[in-house]
């Protein structure tokens, strides 16, 4: 039977990378002199790459934004965030551990992000946690991007797993959209990046930290899908 597989969301995931994603936004916003954007204002605007959070802070300050413009934000935005990597972006909390944990049990593992792909691998190397992935996909890797469900099926399909036996991780209702969309079940992290509380959007389970991501809760959730 092929192996289990969990997937993980990135930012606001298995990294908390606010800290350095709102440093590189104020950094390109600030180019077009606006005002720079605070936490609140992240957390509406993250969870579909740098063009849209540049693209949402210029509506929220009503500001137009022509696409040579926008183009041009985007490269400072993409320039500073990949020269500052991996920053002052570290894994949550019990993130080393589970990963060990379900690598033992012997589950695939694998990266679904609306971050590039190159920022994705770049920041994943930085910190060390490359080698137990079997795939990175990033919003750029195929021709759809989360909510779009295949991002996350084809996600599978590069790591060597089946979607019948997956696992989502996430924390965002883009995540868990994403996630029911492919008919695969998905554990929401509260501590992530949402102005909702993620069980408001109905994931089939919450976790407040990474050591109550349990072998048994996996199985269960996997075997309740079918798998
Ligand atoms: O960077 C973003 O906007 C979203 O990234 P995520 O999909 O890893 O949460
Ligand atoms: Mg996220």
């Known amino acids: 039977m092929t192996r289990p597989i969990i997937v993980f969301d990135l930012d606001g995931t298995l990294v908390d990378t606010a800290p350095d994603l709102l440093d590189s936004l104020n950094h390109s916003l600030a180019a077009s002199e606006l005002a720079a954007v605070d936490e609140a204002g992240f957390k509406r605007f993250v969870g579909h790459g740098g063009r849209v959070m540049i693209e949402r802070a210029h509506a929220a300050q009503r500001r137009s934004l022509a696409v040579e413009e926008h183009d041009r934000l985007l490269k400072l935005f993409l320039d500073h965030y ?19 944990r379900f690598e033992k049990a012997g589950y695939l593992l694998a990266v679904c992000t609306n971050k590039y792909e190159a920022n994705s691998v770049a ?10 992935f079997a ?21 599978i399909r590069l790591a060597g797993g089946d979607p019948h036996r997956a696992l989502m991780v996430g924390d965002s209702q883009t995540d868990i959209d994403t996630a029911k969309a492919a008919g695969i079940p998905v554990v929401a992290v509260d501590f992530g990046y949402t102005e909702r509380h993620v069980r408001e959007f109905e994931p089939s389970a919450v976790i407040s930290h990474f050591d109550a991501l349990t072998l048994d809760l996996a199985e269960r959730l996997i075997a309740a899908a079918g798998g």
């Open 135 to 155: 795939a990175i996909a990033g919003q750029d890797t195929f021709v759809f991007r989360k909510p779009d469900p295949r991002h996350l099926v084809e996600t």
């Open 82 to 100: 990949t020269d500052n990597i991996p920053g002052k972006s570290r894994p949550y909390p019990g993130v080393v551990d589970a990963i060990a």
């Open 123 to 132: 920041l994943i190397e930085a910190l060390g946690l490359a080698k137990h």
